[in-house]
């Protein structure tokens, strides 16, 4: 019977083992010959037929555990580690108990061959390690990043013009900070995540940013949910298998959605104008047609196609809000107006493009450039103490309050800009587009541009017709 192992006899195999090394190195055997091996066994037996655990040194210095057992009358070796007291090595008692186990392992396995068994669960280990990895691979198809880019993609298929911001928002507040969220499988979000991701934007400072986002994701995963029953969902959310909204527990953050009163002045307003007459960049022309038409959206009117404008008119299409299909939104097209369309329509035309603003033949122009133009011109103004800080959509707001100051009437500025039009009457009954009024009151406007008339006259308003009429 094999003596029991103790740590002196460990190292005294090692030191032997060293020994004949060296040994068999002094005497250089010849290439003909086969060199005597330098290994050293030694045994500890546990068990009848509980095996043995066996010690494999080697003249290296380096010895190996292993668990031999008997399978037909032959010896067989599996390897539990090297020996030491390292971080991936076994001691002599930390061996032992792994050689106990495998002696349990071997007697629950039929054959007795405890080998192939092993061989057999390490397959299927590498089986399921290829398996994940496969997922993995797939992921993107499936994963946050694309839920968010699928969604753009059905509000650009609507005509929404938040699509642009979507994908900008996804790619600078969740794929590049938190790209193992956005690389991972979007069915897998959790909700602590999602406030995660929101909370970096808030404590950077960005709180209507951080509402964006939410409003962004929520509405992307309950897009994806409703998949299944909703045959006017894109096909392609029907991939994600989302079982839940990680975001729909969230806590709205209203105290980021105060509405923004920020207006130009008429002094301010003049000099944004002057500095944009000067150039014809595309950017510059979008700005100054949408002031021109009265304050229209700049990310609405540069998806205007060529064959949007008909004569002296633009039809525009607005899908703010909950509306199912956008609004036809008509208006007429002023002297000034209708030289930049000119401009615009040749260069569309030479660009073979059917957009008005292309970015090339397939695409139009992304709002976020002339967003980018607008923080140049401003900076420039800021620079010469010519107004203080203002936004893009700030224009908007600004035509609206000079255009009241002209004496543009509320209903008539309503119809102008397409917003509070969402009544029964409105969507069902009015169909009477004003357009006699809008052009009264858009060719005054574009004066007041050119520096004519001031503000405070009195300039046209909707007039009020008779029940049999509107009925």
């Known amino acids: 019977m094999a003596a029991k192992l103790t740590d002196a006899a460990v190292q005294a195999a090692i030191k032997k083992a060293i020994k004949k090394a060296k040994e068999i190195e002094k005497a250089a055997p010849s290439k003909e010959k086969k060199a005597p091996s330098a290994t050293v066994w030694k045994h500890e037996s546990r068990g009848r037929g509980a095996g043995a655990l066996s010690l494999k040194a080697a003249g290296n ?27 991936d090595e076994l001691t002599l008692q930390a061996a032992r108990a792994r050689c106990d186990e495998l002696a349990v392992q071997r007697a629950a396995v039929p054959t007795g061959d405890l080998r192939g068994s092993l061989a057999v669960q390490e397959a299927a280990r590498e089986a399921e390690h290829r398996q994940q990895v496969q997922a993995v691979q797939q992921a993107p198809s499936h994963s946050l990043a694309a839920l968010m880019d699928v969604y ?100 709205a953050m209203p105290q980021f959605n105060r509405t923004r009163e920020r207006a130009l002045s008429e002094d301010e307003l003049r000099a944004l104008w002057k500095r944009l007459t000067a150039t014809d960049t595309p950017s510059s022309l979008a700005i100054r047609l949408a002031v021109l038409l009265g304050g229209q959206r700049v990310e609405q009117l540069i998806r205007t196609n060529i064959s949007d404008v008909e004569g002296d008119t633009i039809t525009l299409y607005d899908p703010k809000g909950r509306r199912t299909a956008p609004r036809v939104h008509v208006l007429p097209i002023g002297e000034e107006a209708g030289k930049i369309i000119t401009v615009l329509k040749a260069r569309a035309e030479a660009a073979a493009s059917p957009y008005l603003f292309p970015a090339d033949e397939a695409k139009p122009m992304n709002v976020r450039t002339v967003s980018k133009y607008m923080q140049s011109v401003r900076k420039t103004m800021t620079e010469a103490k010519e107004t203080t800080d203002f936004l893009l959509a700030d224009v908007r707001r600004t035509c609206e309050t000079r255009m009241a100051e002209l004496g543009v009437s509320k209903d008539l500025r309503a119809q102008i800009q397409s917003h509070g039009l969402g009544g029964v009457q409105d969507r069902h009954y009015d169909r009477y587009e004003y357009l006699k009024e809008k052009r009264i009151a858009l060719d005054a406007w574009a004066a007041w541009l050119a520096g004519g008339q001031r503000s405070g006259a009195n300039v046209v308003g909707i007039k009020t017709r008779s029940k049999k009429k509107a009925a």
């Open 152 to 251: 753009a993609d059905a509000l650009d298929a609507r005509g929404k013009g938040a699509a642009g911001d979507v994908r900008g928002i996804t790619k600078r507040h969740i794929v590049e900070p938190f790209s193992q969220y956005a690389e991972a499988p979007a069915r897998e979000l959790t909700q602590r995540q999602a406030v995660e991701i929101i909370r970096r934007v808030v404590e950077r400072g960005n709180g209507r940013t951080a509402g964006k986002l939410r409003s962004y994701l929520r509405a992307a995963f309950a897009l994806a949910l409703r998949a299944e029953s909703d045959a006017s969902a894109p096909s392609k959310m029907l991939g994600f298998n989302i079982e839940s909204n990680p975001v729909a527990g969230t806590v």
């Open 61 to 87: 210095g380096r010895a190996h555990w292993y668990f031999r057992y008997a399978l037909d009358r032959k010896n067989q070796y599996v390897p539990i580690g090297p020996y030491g007291k390292g971080a």
